[in-house]
Structures are given as C-alpha cells and as structure tokens.
Nanobody, 121 residues
Framework: QVQLVESGGGLVQPGGSLRLSCAPS????????MGWYRQAPGKQRELVAD???????NYVDSVKGRFTISRDNAKNTVYLQMTSLQPEDTAVYYC???????????????WGQGTQVTVSS
C-alpha cells in the first residue's frame, strides 16, 4: 500500500514561512502530477498548487507570489515553500500524487494523510 509521507507543517506567526515536503513510500514508474491541496474548517478542499513532470506549475490565485511549488524527480519528492503566511492560510494541507507504479498501469491518484498548518499570533 503506497503512502505519501508528508512533513513540515506546524504553527507559525503571520508573515512567517514554512516548507512542506512529500514523498511516496514506494517506487513509481511514472509520476505525472504532484500537488498540494488544503482544507480549512467548514470549507471544501481546494487545490493550492501543482506541478507537472516537465515542471509547469499551477497556483490558486490567493497564494500566487507567496507560495512556490517544486519537485525533485530523482527523489520523487514535492515541496511547497510558503512565505508571508496569513491566518487565512490555516488549514490541513494534503499532498497528492498522480502516477503509475508500473509501465502498463493507468495513472492513479494518491493522497497523503494531511499536515496541519496554523498561522496565528
């Protein structure tokens, strides 16, 4: 059973920074998209940012200019560098990976367990 291992969440003051990382516990033949979603209390889960295997990125408008997503294809790891954090960024952040374990497999979507990010003074 593949697990996505997330790290880097925590409590930070407004204006602070955090870096999230995520990597799968098993090897993949192909990883198409890696990304981060978040869900705040009482709200729907939303895409924060994602990155394709070729490096193209996509961000939700509210984090543009503050968050940067990157990936290390050799390590199958995705990072989310978050700066200028605000209370409205408080949420559980979930890692997502879309890929195939073997050459002949269709791509499957995998989710991490989530890591809490709290922005508060």
């Amino acid at each position: 059973q593949v697990q996505l291992v997330e790290s880097g969440g925590g409590l930070v003051q407004p204006g602070g920074s955090l870096r999230l990382s995520c990597a799968p516990s098993e090897s993949f033949f192909r990883i198409n998209t890696m990304g981060w979603y978040r869900q705040a209390p009482g709200k729907q889960r939303e895409l924060v940012a994602d990155i394709q295997s070729g490096g193209s990125t996509n961000y939700v408008d509210s984090v543009k200019g503050r968050f940067t997503i990157s990936r290390d294809n050799a390590k199958n790891t995705v990072y989310l560098q978050m700066t200028s954090l605000q209370p409205e960024d408080t949420a559980v952040y979930y890692c997502n990976l879309q890929g195939a374990r073997r050459r002949w497999d269709f791509s499957v979507s995998y989710w991490g367990q989530g890591t809490q990010v709290t922005v508060s003074s």
